[in-house]
């Protein structure tokens, strides 16, 4: 009877070991992997709950073969970025150009996380002063312009500390426009979609696009009366432009801000 006892407790004992062991290598637990690898496998209950071969590896979201235990095993991890850097000054001085703001990448996405999104931005600008500081860029022409958000990294005061001139606000009547500003599907420059015949937009005039010693802008009309047809610009697209006629003069700009647009 002792002997039988032993022999059963020895049994037990083997059992509980193959169980432990069972227990330890299958599910997902260490085995996580990136991207679809059919070696990342297993054998163990599925999220179908048929018990086989399972996966561990970030493909197996798609393929549905995932092993039970791939969710709390293998979390997702979005991926994260860090902030925009400022924005660069414009590539090229005294004409249209284009500015630049960067981010990177702080951590990668894991197991089926939300892929990183774009790392660079573009926008319009320009920039009234070259690499030695002289004034240039006041040449006649036509307007140029871009979106309103850009008057928001414009300085409000000098060097000194002495606030600059406002400036002021012309509204006009689109009157024409080319194609190609609304096939453009970049973010810098989503804003010329707004740009439509018929409508009435407000173009602000500000410092530095405002010239100081005539208090104008390049292309914003004063000079010209209601019927003549004025020439615009995008800025952050050479294909997109077309013609407005002036309407009026005004402090402020007061059109919905996706008809509001600033002289560059």
Same mark, same amino acid.
């Given at each position: 009877m002792m002997g039988f006892s032993v022999?059963?407790?020895?049994?037990?004992?083997?059992?509980?070991?193959?169980?432990?062991?069972?227990?330890?290598s299958g599910g997902c637990s260490g085995k996580c992997c990136r991207g679809r690898d059919?070696?990342?496998?297993?054998?163990?209950?599925? !999220?179908?709950? *048929?018990h086989g071969t399972c996966y561990c590896d970030e493909g197996c979201v798609r393929t549905?073969?995932?092993?039970f235990d791939y969710f709390t095993e293998c979390p997702a991890q979005d991926c994260v970025v860090s902030d925009w850097s400022f924005w660069s000054g414009c590539a090229k001085p005294c004409q249209p150009s284009v500015r630049i703001r960067v981010r990177h990448i702080e951590q990668q996405p894991h197991n089926s996380g939300q892929p990183c999104p774009g790392l660079e931005q573009r926008a319009g600008c320009r920039e009234y002063r070259d690499h030695l500081g002289r004034h240039c860029g006041f040449n006649s022409?036509?307007?140029?312009i871009?979106? !309103?958000?850009? *008057?928001?990294?414009r300085p409000k005061h000098d060097s000194y500390g002495n606030?600059?001139?406002?400036?002021?606000?012309?509204?006009?009547?689109?009157e024409s426009r080319t194609p190609h500003c609304t096939v453009e599907n970049r973010p810098h420059t989503l804003w010329m979609r707004y740009i439509t015949e018929g409508f009435n937009v407000c173009v602000a005039c500000e410092p530095p696009?405002?010239?100081n010693n005539t208090s104008s802008c390049q292309g914003d009309g004063q000079e010209s009366d209601k019927e003549t047809v004025l020439h615009w610009q995008a800025v952050g697209n050479p294909q997109c432009s077309g013609t407005w006629k002036k309407i009026?003069?005004?402090?402020?700009c007061a059109c919905p801000p996706q008809h509001s647009f600033v002289f560059i």
């Open positions: 022999q059963f407790a020895c049994w037990l004992l083997v059992v509980f070991a193959l169980g432990e062991n069972h227990l330890v059919t070696n990342c496998l297993t054998t163990d209950w599925r !999220m179908d709950r *048929a549905k073969d995932c092993c022409g036509p307007a140029f871009t979106s !309103m958000a850009f *008057a928001k990294g606030p600059l001139n406002p400036g002021f606000c012309v509204e006009f009547k689109l696009a405002m010239r009026q003069k005004t402090l402020r």
